[in-house]
């Protein structure tokens, strides 16, 4: 993997904690450290429904992949990929179609690192890293990986990463530039906190975040609604995540999952 | 309870505690494998939970609830403490991995900043500039070289811990004291100045200052950088060096190279338009009222083109003895040039001699980015010659097609011999149909070179002065093989056609050519017909005549049915015309007139034939026009697939179908 020096990394605290390994605690996994379960003890007394919450979303971004490969998707560029913890997008998708191909993307350094440790022997799969909020150069280190063929539709991932992206870095014109980027009938998954459900718990997470290296912004569904310009939503559109093509009889409350779910085909 | 029930009331108690990436059928199927395994080995059973994922932290929990009923104790009990073993396990080899990225993470992170260590270095080290680090208390941190050389010193570590005022010029201390102490409290980013320095030897030097302030992690300014440009006379001589090695030194304008790598800068999209001017008959000045005039003379054209140049905001340069040239942006090439002769042609008095200009100018409008600077200036000189050639004061623009078209018939041209010297030109024979019966008439020999008609062929051949050699060769050659098929098949053998290009037609030997080629062969006279290309009898050469005296059949070739054409009928020996137009399609006015054109023809006495005629439509077509025969309807055949064709064909050669 090429080094990029045209960048000085901020460096690498494990004193600090992260949300991609907030979200692998919760997820029950190992790939975490002090600080880490720290916070997110904090963030189960704000949200008690955390851990389902991050079990729905899991199960939401396999769904959202399997919906994807049904409709011909075979390369998919997952932004924000945290630490990949079990049920990967390559591992999904390749179970469907053994030639799907995937990019992943993430920032931090760690998150970074043990990406590259699993995906190394992967010749489908590769990540790289810039910050999923400037696409430019997310899609021209993607294109460099010469992993994905931006002629043909591509599946865009962005489950439960955007709650993380402030106003400040416009949101629609990320997706847009995202959108602009891919060919018609290409797809936008899409997961996200929201205040719309439960407000309280809502808030308590809001502030949880707020002094994390991964502040928090819950939008509401017109909002989210409003991302995505220049797609159709595929049925049944924003809702809450455990509604979204739930598999067999669903058995979560949905009002209790906290986080909207939609996918969108590009016009 | 059964056991598909029990496992999937298994799997709905499992999934609500933890993420399975699994479909609902597939963990189905996997915890009724267990069921089964379960009484056996409970421990299998704890891996496999443990290997789906099935490790929220009441999935034991549930597990127990869910088999409690169905299973005993001790297995349950054995189940629980494989499940709390695999658990810890897969925790361990969980934080090993993270372990081993945070190590490799570091070594990243550590990797990065050395290489950009690295980079800064170099830049640092290699700089023509002199770069210094200070404190914001003005003490050097760091120093380079090149800012040591232009204060007198050797090394930029002699500036280390130094204090950077005491370079000032005491005139400039206290004014530059206070920008950086601004620049130090955050309150500009940075600033320029040009100022002096003191060497160590106490002599002045001017420098140019371009000052910035580094931030700490914490974005507190930390540091001040400042760049140092050396603007002394020395300096300053090297810039005037530079200067004369890219300007002309009569006129003072750009010279050739200089302009150059102006118009490389400029392929980046933008709209350029390129000017190559050559004064017309400026050697007549020069000649006539000496160099010296013609000097002053060149330098008023300078200035004239510089006004017009500054106006445009286009560059001018002096790029030959009395050949100049200009790029435009966005320009109206008509109008420029207009400007361009109304600017020369105002008369001017030098050493009392009225002179009055002009110029012949070939433009490049709006190239291709993707052209290099080299093969915009050759075309604008291509459209210079081509502007000249017209007369004085005129222009041509370059046209990219004409230039790709000209190079390509050059580069053929120009590898033509080597390929007839390497026998790449090869002789076929292609037959001659009579519309009438159907019959073959003859066989045409025809030269062949790579994807080349013979008509090409012998145009090119032409222009090289090949052609003659090469027809000689083609005449000797097909007369003998004609005289081999005569003696190997008597009257099956087909008779022999040669078209003449342009050249041979009108060369002067052309018919002691054709008497030694028919009696070193012993082809029989009767056996040859010779076509000749029309423009020789139009041009009153008298081989048809000669030839025909010699009791050789010749055709007109190249035949276009003009009244010039027809005239020569009247008083040229021909047996045949020889036309390549195109078919007349039947209903078409055409038809008609060509209809009435071979009626005109025979009533000459003269037979009417076509060539490039390819498929039998276009022959029928001839045919209802009244043609007499065609040529190019069956593919050409070399000498030795002719031979096996009439060895194997109870008629003559190729049969038409």
Redesign the interface.
């Known amino acids: 993997m090429a080094?990029?020096?045209g960048?000085?990394?901020e460096?690498?605290d494990?004193g600090r904690p992260s949300a991609a390994r907030l979200y692998d605690y919760l997820?029950?996994?190992?790939?975490?450290?002090a600080a880490d379960r720290a916070l997110a003890e904090r963030f189960l007394r704000a949200q008690p429904n955390a851990?389902?919450i991050?079990?729905l979303n899991?199960?939401f971004l396999?769904r959202a992949v399997l919906f994807m490969v049904d409709n011909g998707i075979r390369q998919f560029l997952d932004l924000g990929s945290g630490?990949p913890t079990?049920?990967n997008v390559h591992?999904?998708a390749r179970r469907a179609d053994p030639r799907a191909r995937v990019v992943y993307v993430d920032f931090e350094?760690?998150a970074?690192?043990?990406s590259?440790?699993i995906l190394e022997d992967d010749p489908q799969a590769e990540i790289v890293q810039e910050d999923m909020t400037r696409p430019e150069e997310v899609l021209a280190a993607t294109r460099e990986t010469g992993l994905l063929d931006f002629s043909e539709p591509v599946g865009v991932l962005a489950v439960g990463v955007f709650h993380f992206v402030p106003p400040e870095a416009d949101p629609r014109a990320v997706v847009a530039a995202y959108r602009d980027a891919v060919p018609g009938g290409s797809h936008l998954a899409f997961s996200q906190f929201t205040g719309d459900l439960q407000p309280a718990e809502m808030a308590g997470i809001v502030e949880v975040m707020k002094k994390s290296q991964n502040p928090m912004f819950p939008r509401t569904r017109a909002e989210i609604e409003g991302l995505f310009a220049g797609f159709d939503l595929v049925e049944p559109g924003v809702v809450p995540l455990p509604l979204w093509r739930p598999?067999?009889q669903n058995?979560?409350d949905p009002d209790r999952a906290g986080i909207y779910a939609a996918v969108g085909r590009k016009i | 309870m059964t056991p598909p029930e029990l496992a999937t009331r298994w799997m709905?108690a499992l999934t609500?505690t933890?993420?399975i990436?699994l479909?609902?059928a597939e963990i189905q199927q996997e915890l009724r494998d267990a069921l089964a395994q379960l009484p056996s080995s409970p421990e299998s059973v704890a891996n496999r939970l443990v290997s789906l994922?099935a490790?929220?932290?009441d999935s034991l929990r549930v597990t127990i609830e869910v088999l409690a009923p169905t299973f005993e104790l001790p297995i349950l009990a054995r189940l629980s403490s494989a499940y709390a073993h695999a658990m810890r396990l897969?925790?361990?080899?969980?934080?090993e991995?993270?372990k081993?990225?945070?190590v490799?993470?570091?070594q990243?992170?550590e990797?990065?900043?050395k290489?950009?260590q690295a980079?800064f270095r170099e830049v640092f080290d290699s700089a023509a500039l002199g770069i210094v680090i200070t404190d914001l208390s003005g003490r050097c941190v760091e120093a380079n070289d090149a800012l040591a050389r232009i204060v007198g010193l050797s090394r930029g570590a002699d500036l280390h811990d130094r204090d950077l005022r005491e370079l000032y010029h005491p005139d400039d201390s206290e004014r530059l004291d206070a920008a950086y102490r601004r620049v130090g409290a955050g309150l500009v980013n940075g600033f320029r100045d040009q100022r002096k320095l003191v060497r160590a030897d106490g002599e002045p030097v001017w420098v140019h200052l371009v000052v910035s302030v580094l931030r700490d992690a914490d974005g507190e300014p930390a540091h001040h950088v400042t760049m140092v440009e050396d603007m002394s006379e020395l300096h300053l001589l090297q810039r005037s060096l530079d200067h004369q090695l890219l300007h002309d030194s009569l006129t003072g304008l750009s010279n050739r190279q200089h302009f150059v790598t102006q118009v490389e800068r400029r392929l980046d999209g933008t709209p350029i338009t390129l000017y190559h001017l050559g004064l017309d008959a400026f050697s007549v000045v020069n000649n006539g009222l000496g160099h010296d005039t013609g000097d002053k003379l060149l330098k008023i054209v300078a200035n004239r083109l510089g006004e017009l140049a500054e106006r445009k905001r286009a560059v001018l340069a002096r790029i030959g003895g009395d050949e100049f040239a200009l790029m435009t942006t966005s320009d109206t090439v008509t109008s420029t040039v207009e400007e361009i002769q109304q600017a020369l042609g105002e008369a001017t008095f030098v050493d009392d001699h009225g002179i009055a200009l002009s110029a012949s100018i070939g433009v490049v409008d709006r190239p291709p980015s993707f052209a290099t600077a080299a093969e915009l200036m050759r075309c604008a000189n291509t459209a210079l010659r081509q502007a000249k050639a017209r007369g004085k004061r005129q222009w041509a623009l370059h046209d990219p097609h004409d230039d790709a078209r000209r190079r390509g018939r050059y580069a053929l041209a120009a590898s033509m011999p080597g390929a007839w010297e390497h026998g790449e030109l090869k002789i076929v024979y292609a037959p001659i149909h009579l519309l009438e019966t159907r019959e073959v008439l003859g066989a045409v020999a025809r030269l062949h070179w790579d994807d080349l008609s013979h008509n090409d062929t012998m145009a090119l051949a032409d222009s090289t002065g090949l052609s003659l050699p090469i027809g000689r060769w083609l005449l000797r050659e097909a007369c003998a093989q004609a005289a081999r098929w005569v003696e190997e098949f008597g009257a099956k053998a087909p008779s022999l056609h040669i078209a003449l290009g342009a050249l041979q037609s009108r060369d002067e030997d052309l018919v002691a050519d054709v008497k030694r080629a028919l009696d070193e062969s012993g082809l029989p006279p009767e056996r040859l017909r010779i076509a000749l290309d029309v423009s020789s009898v139009l041009a009153g050469d008298d081989n048809a005549v000669v030839l025909h005296d010699n009791g050789i059949v010749t055709a007109l070739d190249g035949f276009r049915g003009g009244h010039d054409e027809l005239a020569v009928l009247a008083e040229v020996p021909v047996r045949t015309v020889i036309t390549r137009a195109p078919a007349p399609g039947r209903e078409t006015p055409l038809h008609q007139a060509m209809r009435g054109l071979i009626t005109t023809v025979h009533g000459f006495g003269v037979r009417f034939a076509a060539d490039e005629v390819h498929t039998c439509a276009e022959a029928d077509d001839w045919h209802a026009a009244g043609a007499d025969g065609v040529i190019g309807l069956l593919p050409a055949l070399t000498a030795a697939e002719v031979t096996e064709l009439l060895a194997t064909a109870a008629s003559p050669p190729p049969a038409a179908s």
């Open positions: 080094e990029q020096a960048r000085i990394p460096g690498v494990t997820l029950g996994g190992g790939h975490n450290f851990r389902t991050a079990r899991r199960a396999r630490i079990v049920g591992e999904i350094e760690v970074v690192a043990h590259r440790l598999e067999g058995t979560d | 709905h609500s933890a993420y990436p479909s609902h994922h490790t929220g932290p897969d925790a361990f080899d969980q934080q991995q993270i081993v990225a945070i490799r993470a570091k990243r992170v990797r990065t900043l290489v950009s980079r």
